[in-house]
């Protein structure tokens, strides 16, 4: 067999072993491994592929930000500033139509640029709001689809752990990858309010809820500007320091994690969230975090290599260009495939697996590579929200109290939001300068 069929043999192989039920870093491993040793013969060149994969992801300093940014997530988790967001939110929305689950997609919106986790947030939104909106008679498809929905925020407004992923595969500055975020994020945000309040008026049934006329029984109905100003500075203060370091040159994005971490911790501690106990487990978490997506960038890597080997990138890219397609059309049919492998594998893997593929493709027609890399995010970021994986609607399930709500409930509830999410992506394709304005 010649490098490239080899390299082909291969992107299927890893589909099926996948769609088998091995974990994707085996398999990215394990056939790159094999790769290798049948194009070259020797299994000393596989094992120093191994073994400079590793070395490389180790000891790269960008990938300090993973840990950095996960524990500082983590303790904003465990400091239940969610809660104090949604609090608020709560009590600027809920005489509106739909206004709980507006004051989700705020509250998320804002979470997500201290936590940089979609899962994180779904995790924390379903404890949080997912009884409140039930206890409000919203339906339960509506109150875990929102849920689901919004949590994808948390992945493209800044820190992002996948536009971190995509700076490093595409060699491009991740202060440039937050602020590309800024503006699509937001915009995403607000189709999803602009969505409950069609869907509250032309589908009510869908959404169900009761009209919260006199809101003074709630613990949120009596907020004060200076409960407001208690609720919303921590937050306040953690995006100043993480993000305005970075952009006022005055910390690296890795300084700028470990600033937001000991600033999650002050917090945790000032609030008396904090003991022992807590906070070791949540350096365990951590670590299995950072473990975690290490293992699968270290497993990438040797696939990248092995591609490398194969010459697969190059002839791909030489094959797109030669096929003579516009822009339009590759781009259409990138996000096709972004959808579908976003049905079955994460959106690191996603990133890492066929961001190298059409790369060269996409330098060849001169786009911006910050660009793209907000095509990427948000198109694997849909795949969160569809079956048979949906890693959001699955970090739902395992968070709910409510056996009634089954995991088909919320990949219902999450579809109106994946269509708004293809339509945002749509105008995101169509105008890049609304990636590229804050550069």
């Known amino acids: 067999m010649t490098g490239v069929e080899i390299g082909i043999a291969s992107v299927v192989l890893i589909i099926f072993l996948i769609y088998s039920g091995l974990y994707i870093t085996v398999s990215l491993g394990l056939v790159s491994f094999l790769g290798v040793w049948i194009m070259r013969g020797n299994i000393d060149m596989s094992i ?103 949590s994808v925020l948390g992945m493209l407004i800044p820190p992002s752990a996948m536009l971190i992923i995509y700076a490093i595969v595409a060699e491009e500055s991740v202060g440039k990858m937050f602020l590309a975020g800024i503006i699509p994020g937001i915009l995403l945000a607000v189709a999803y309010c602009i969505l409950i ?18 809101a003074s029984g709630e613990e949120w109905g009596n907020l004060t ?76 890597s040797m696939y990248s290599r092995m591609l490398g080997v194969a010459a697969l990138p190059t002839l791909f890219g030489e094959w797109l260009t030669g096929m003579e397609l516009s822009m339009a059309a590759l781009i259409a049919l990138y996000v096709v495939l972004l959808i579908l492998l976003g049905t079955i594998i994460d959106t690191a893997s996603i990133i890492l697996i066929v961001v190298p593929l059409f790369l060269p493709a996409i330098e060849a027609y001169g786009a911006s590579l910050v660009w793209f890399g907000i095509v990427t995010v948000v198109g694997a970021e849909i795949g969160l929200l569809t079956p048979p994986l949906g890693l959001s609607c699955f970090a739902i399930k395992t968070s709910l109290d409510d056996p009634t709500i089954t995991l088909t409930d919320i990949f219902y509830g999450a579809f109106p939001f994946a269509v708004v999410m293809l339509l945002v992506l749509m105008v995101v394709i169509a105008y890049p300068v609304l990636s590229l304005v804050l550069i």
């Open 225 to 300: 500007y200076t409960d407001i100003f208690h609720k919303l500075f921590p937050i306040v203060l953690l995006v100043v320091a993480v993000l305005g370091g970075i952009y006022g040159g005055v910390t690296s994005p890795v300084e700028a994690g470990a600033v937001g971490a000991l600033g999650a911790l002050i917090i945790a501690i000032a609030k008396r969230r904090i003991t022992w106990a807590v906070l070791w487990r949540i350096l365990v978490e951590t670590g299995y975090i950072t473990a975690t997506i290490l293992f699968l960038i270290i497993s990438a």
């Open 197 to 214: 309040v069609f869907l509250s008026y032309v589908f009510p049934k869908f959404i169900g809820g009761k009209t919260i006329e006199d």
């Open 48 to 150: 120093s592929l191994l073994s400079i994969s590793v070395a490389d992801t180790v000891s790269n300093q960008v990938f300090a930000t993973i840990p950095l940014f996960a524990l500082m997530g983590l303790m904003v988790s465990e400091s239940q500033l969610g809660k104090d967001v949604y609090e608020v939110a709560n009590f600027v929305f809920y005489k509106i139509r739909g206004g709980l689950g507006m004051a989700t997609v705020a509250a998320n919106a804002v979470f997500a640029s201290i936590t940089g986790s979609s899962i994180a947030s779904a995790s924390v939104f379903t404890r949080v709001s997912v009884p409140e909106m039930r206890r409000f008679e919203y339906t339960a498809r509506f109150s875990v689809g929102v849920v689901a929905g919004s």
